[in-house]
């Protein structure tokens, strides 16, 4: 089955850096578009890059020249880098993937930034 695990969250400081990561299995990976996702509080789950199976991407406005979004397919991993933060990157961060007309998530991670 479709398994996605992300880690890499946490507390940092406004400016500051984080690398989060998803690790995938249950489908060819190499295959398949890869999303990260973020929801804050009270807010609607927002996209903030995407990754194609040739290494295509794309960012989400407010996220655009800060955050930067790749693929390791030999180890079947999604990474976001992610630079500058802000007190509203404030979020969890989910990985998607779309498999069958499905949508898969992970469990989330926590980012959180200090003003």
């Known amino acids: 089955q479709v398994q996605l695990v992300e880690s890499g969250g946490g507390l940092v400081q406004a400016g500051g850096s984080l690398r989060l990561s998803c690790d995938a299995s249950?489908?060819?990976?190499?295959?398949?578009?890869m999303r990260w996702y973020r929801q804050a509080p009270g807010k609607q789950r927002e996209l903030v890059a995407s990754?194609?199976?040739?290494?295509?991407?794309d960012y989400g406005g407010s996220v655009k020249g800060r955050f930067n979004i790749s693929r390791d397919n030999d180890k079947n991993t999604v990474y976001l880098q992610m630079s500058s933060l802000k007190p509203e990157d404030t979020a969890v961060y989910y990985c998607n993937v779309r498999q069958n007309f499905r949508n898969y998530w992970g469990q989330g991670t926590q980012v959180t930034v200090s003003s």
């Open positions: 990754i194609s199976s040739a290494g295509s991407t």
């Open positions: 249950g489908f060819i990976f190499s295959n398949r578009d």
